[in-house]
């Protein structure tokens, strides 16, 4: 949970709705296959549940002091494209749209090719 304070008042983001976000963000990439899911939690709900699931391979980690976050995605990709540009793409987007929506400031996104598909 992300708490931002203003003038106004204070705003309360959860942790869903940002791995959602990115999750979003990311699959409208050009070139991206699917989110691949990481770590026990993510792999077991996904054998569970056979629809995939928006926030699969997004890991959100939180700086000191949490003014900033960076974002670490597992994806798959389709193959005989460019790969270093679809990485490019994918982090501008990703942190263009949390900046944006969200106003958090975004430290770092790191994207992590796990497979490529045909």
Same mark, same amino acid.
């Given at each position: 949970m992300i708490k931002i304070e203003n003038h106004i008042g204070a705003i309360e983001l959860s942790n869903e709705y940002l791995t959602s976000l990115i999750g979003h963000t990311a699959t409208g990439c050009f070139? #991206?296959? !699917? %989110? @691949? *899911?990481? =770590? *026990?939690? !993510? =792999?077991? +709900?996904s054998l569970l @549940?056979?629809? *995939? %699931?928006?926030d699969n391979g997004v890991i959100i980690r939180y /700086? +000191? =002091?949490?003014d900033s976050i #960076?974002?670490?995605l597992h994806i798959t990709v389709s193959y005989g494209i @460019? #790969? /270093?540009?679809?990485v490019d793409s994918i982090i501008n987007k990703v942190r263009?749209? #949390?900046e944006t929506e969200t106003g958090i400031n975004v430290k770092k996104v790191n994207v992590f090719i796990d497979n490529m598909k045909a």
């Open positions: 070139g #991206v296959v !699917q %989110m @691949n *899911p990481f =770590g *026990p939690k !993510q =792999g077991v +709900r @549940n056979k629809e *995939p %699931m928006l /700086s +000191r =002091g949490r #960076v974002i670490d @460019n #790969v /270093s540009a679809i263009y749209t #949390v």
